[in-house]
Structures are given as structure tokens and as C-alpha cells.
């Protein structure tokens, strides 16, 4: 049976995912997940290691991700590297 993981305020239309395994020396959390949200025109970053799992923070959030005429979707997907 399908269990909630993490709890994104006000967010209507994720489209987009992209995991990060990474671990760097400027953030030693491990694994995430980055999820695109076009109502918010933001990326929000979902913790997946151990002992964080699950918490929430706003990542990215600017003029550039907003809904606009010629853009009605804000942020629409993300891609990792």
C-alpha cells in the first residue's frame, strides 16, 4: 500500500524528478531527490539518506522558473548531471 514520503507545501503540478547520489564536500547529506514545481515556479529538494529522509527544503526559486504568457508551465522538468 503506497505510503507518503514528504509533505511539499501548496504545490499543485510537480513535473519534473531528478536524483542526486552524489556526495559532495559542501553538502554531505548523500542521496536526494529534486522535484520541479511549475505552480511555484521552484525546485524543491527532498532528502533520501538516513536519518533525514523525507525532509523537505526550498531549493531554487526565482523570476526565471515563474509562469509567464509565453511560458505557462513555470518550471517544467530538471535534468541532473
Known amino acids: 500500500m503506497p505510503s507518503q514520503f514528504a509533505a511539499l507545501p501548496d504545490v499543485?503540478?510537480?513535473?519534473?524528478?531528478?536524483i542526486d547520489e552524489s556526495e559532495s564536500?559542501?553538502?554531505?547529506s548523500g542521496s536526494d531527490l529534486y522535484v520541479t514545481d511549475s505552480t511555484?515556479?521552484?525546485v524543491w529538494k527532498i532528502s533520501?539518506?538516513?536519518g533525514m529522509a523525507g525532509a523537505v527544503t526550498l531549493w531554487a526559486q526565482g523570476a526565471?522558473?515563474?509562469?509567464t504568457v509565453s511560458?505557462?508551465?513555470g518550471a517544467n522538468g530538471i535534468k541532473g548531471t
Open 12 to 18: 499543485a503540478a510537480l513535473n519534473g524528478l531528478a
Open 25 to 28: 564536500d559542501l553538502d554531505e
Open 40 to 42: 511555484n515556479g521552484a
Open 48 to 50: 533520501l539518506s538516513p
Open 64 to 67: 526565471q522558473l515563474q509562469r
Open 71 to 73: 511560458a505557462p508551465q
